[in-house]
């Protein structure tokens, strides 16, 4: 009988940027423009033994109802300047930034990642995404945008572009001139970067919808997402890794890497209380009623936040918020914010902080490390991109009292047995014979 090796998990850490995650009025926030701030998260994560340390971004300050998002982060730095320098200060940690395909061209990105990955010793990683909305083209020169269904072709020919770029240069450091003729690029010249460490910087994909899916699965080295039960993680986890055939991949060539949160306690109940807490600061009275704005696409000031769900349907047209794309079917997402509310009695706030939270773990260290482990065991998840709800202390905690039990389940490395990211993950490098 063959026996299956054990299934060890991996774990990425999230510095969040545009987003609901952090509670920035605790006094433990420190600001996100401080080098200091991306230092201790990133060396935490290296104590930690992470794979990467990921980094969020966003290219234009989101409005609702003609003002700065409350929740959006005013002065953030640019992502792979911050990695630049944190190479600088870590050894083995990978370094993912996030950088946009829709406002950038292929042979300018694709020098900025290849130096990174010398830089660091081949531990680059590009998150790559794109944008749809006017609001954020307004920011470039070309202004547009791109409609949503050509957005992910101008992604596919971008990032293989930027690889005819990294592959122009053999692995014994001889360039060769390159061409590319397509719709969206046509360049040609000789590329100025020698073939990095890594031959090609690792690749995420952030997205749930079927286009997101099928890029992933065809050009993407991981899938960085976000699903809450078991069931939903499996059947994700089934779904995408069952489209990688088609493009000649096998199932260990795209890691699935939900972004969850972690709250820990000494008791189960203390972390529920821990949890709760949390989530009512992040979820401010107002931040409820923006929250709701989003979905409903009204001005909806005169609610009580502690007060009923509206009872009117969502209104069609541009959202509230510009930056930031309504919800898919707004009508059938209302109502199933209104089917919670009624079933559990929840008012605005208690349902925008039920139903619109990241999936956590929440309990003691030991049954957090049960049940990350679980996960991926029943192949509903191959890792998990850690996002803290405290920058930059909030994986303290996790890597001192989390990460020993994972290895004493032999769910996790004890050492770092590479000097690349694409070693830390298993993956395969560009050119090397299989």
């Given at each position: ?174 360039a060769r001139p390159f ?203 191959d890792g998990f991109v ?49």
């Amino acid at each position: 009988m063959t026996v299956r090796p054990r299934r060890r998990l991996h774990l990425a850490a999230h510095f969040p940027g545009v987003n609901s995650t952090t509670v920035w009025a605790d006094p433990r926030s420190r600001p996100q423009i401080e080098f200091a701030s991306f230092a201790h998260l990133a060396r935490t994560a290296e104590r930690g033994l992470f794979d990467f340390l990921f980094l969020a971004e966003g290219l234009r300050l989101r409005e609702h109802k003609g003002r700065v998002h409350d929740l959006d982060v005013v002065g953030r730095p640019e992502s792979l300047t911050v990695l630049s320098a944190l190479s600088g200060v870590t050894e083995r940690l990978g370094l993912a930034a996030t950088v946009n395909a829709t406002f950038n061209e292929p042979y300018e990105l694709a020098r900025r990642f290849a130096t990174l990955d010398h830089l660091s010793g081949g531990r680059a990683a590009w998150n790559v995404v794109t944008s749809s909305d006017a609001f954020t083209g307004e920011n470039f020169r070309r202004g547009g945008y791109l409609d949503h269904a050509d957005r992910y072709q101008r992604a596919a020919e971008f990032l293989a572009t930027a690889r005819e770029l990294w592959d122009s240069w053999t692995p014994e450091g001889i360039a060769r001139p390159f061409a590319h003729r397509g719709r969206h690029f046509d360049i040609a010249g000789e590329f100025t970067v020698p073939r990095s460490p890594q031959g090609h910087p690792v690749v995420i994909q952030a997205g749930d919808s079927a286009e997101g899916r099928e890029f992933a699965a065809a050009s993407a080295d991981v899938i960085f997402t976000r699903h809450g039960t078991l069931a939903e993680g499996r059947a994700f986890y089934a779904d995408v890794k069952r489209r990688l055939a088609r493009y000649g991949r096998g199932p260990d060539d795209l890691k699935i890497m939900p972004g969850v949160g972690v709250v820990l306690g000494d008791t189960a109940a203390d972390a529920r209380e821990r949890a709760a807490v949390v989530r009512r600061r992040q979820v401010s009275p107002q931040n409820a009623l923006l929250a709701m704005e989003q979905i409903w696409g009204t001005d909806l000031s005169s609610y009580d936040p502690d007060g009923p769900l509206p009872d009117i349907d969502p209104v069609p047209g541009p959202a509230l918020t510009r930056g930031r794309t309504r919800r898919g079917d707004t009508v059938a997402l209302a109502e199933k914010w209104r089917a919670l509310s009624r079933e559990k009695g929840l008012s605005i706030r208690e349902t925008v902080i039920e139903a619109g939270g990241r999936p956590s773990f929440v309990g003691t260290p030991a049954s957090v490390a049960e049940e990350l482990d679980s996960y991926v065991r029943h192949e509903a998840a191959d890792g998990f991109v850690l996002v803290p709800h405290l920058t930059p202390g909030g994986l303290d905690d996790f890597v001192d009292r989390v990460v020993p039990l994972l290895q004493e389940r032999g769910a996790f490395r004890t050492a770092y047995r590479g000097t690349t990211l694409r070693s830390h993950l298993g993956l395969p490098t560009p050119g090397e014979e299989r």
